[in-house]
């Protein structure tokens, strides 16, 4: 079992709907958590960074994390065209670089 | 600002063959770290520099080396390339040992 999962899709919806992409994970040390946006031919761009369990929102962008059931989620409301990328989850059980786990991502695509 | 940069954008090279890669950070940051993204995967750590020292090492052979120089810039050295390596190679850069980072468009490198 990888110990970073998540569905590579391709995932497609239309332009207005809302987005709901996920990632379980089996290391119950993992306290940070990131989400990744990722255009084609571009590097990644952090989208949301939190802490332990609870909720965060950032404009469309809401962050779920679920300590309890080792599963993370991002929801994105009123997806547009622009939201179509790769989205990646990160992970890690302390604050180093050398200790953050990635997913392989979630390629999402809003239909205008 | 101008973001991170990354030299050069594509690299062709065969089996055997030594390869150097390049990143310049953002202006002020002082952090660099090197990440390998093969198709379909997130990013794999290699290395982390901050303030010319090595931080962080990922789990890869000793054929990956590294260096930062005083202007902060970055060098990611790969030796006797294996078509394996065939990836992208991203660069980010941060103010700090640890906070957020910011990704370069990465170079893509073709072993054949």
């Known amino acids: 079992q990888k110990e970073v999962e998540q569905d590579p899709g391709p995932l497609s919806v239309p332009e207005g709907a809302i987005v709901s992409l996920n990632c379980t994970y089996s290391?119950?040390?993992?306290?940070?958590f990131m989400w990744y946006r990722q255009y084609s031919r571009k590097g990644p761009e952090l989208l949301m960074y939190?802490?332990?369990?609870g909720n965060k929102e950032d404009g469309r962008f809401t962050a779920q994390v679920d300590k309890s059931s080792k599963y993370i989620s991002l929801f994105i409301r009123d997806s547009q065209p622009s939201d179509s990328a790769t989205y990646l989850c990160?992970?890690?059980?302390?604050?180093?670089?050398?200790?953050?786990?990635f997913g392989p991502g979630t390629s999402l695509s809003v239909i205008p | 600002d101008a973001g991170v940069t990354q030299s050069p954008t594509h690299l062709i090279k065969t089996r055997g063959q030594h390869v150097t890669l390049r990143c310049s950070p953002i202006?002020?940051?002082?952090?660099v770290s090197w990440y390998q993204q093969v198709l379909g995967q997130g990013p794999q750590f290699i290395f982390q520099?901050?303030?010319?020292?090595?931080?962080g090492r990922g789990n890869f052979p000793d054929r990956f080396s590294a260096r930062q120089f005083p202007n902060y810039s970055s060098e990611l050295n790969v030796n006797a390339l294996l078509l394996g390596d065939s990836a992208l190679y991203l660069c980010?850069?941060?103010?700090?040992?640890?906070?957020?980072?910011?990704f370069g468009p990465g170079t893509r490198l073709t072993v054949l």
């Open positions: 980010a850069s941060g103010r700090r040992d640890y906070n957020e980072q910011f």
């Open positions: 290391n119950s040390a993992f306290q940070y």
């Open positions: 939190t802490y332990s369990s």
């Open positions: 990160a992970m890690s059980a302390e604050t180093s670089y050398d200790k953050v786990i």
């Open positions: 202006s002020g940051h002082k952090s």
């Open positions: 520099y901050y303030e010319k020292e090595e931080r």
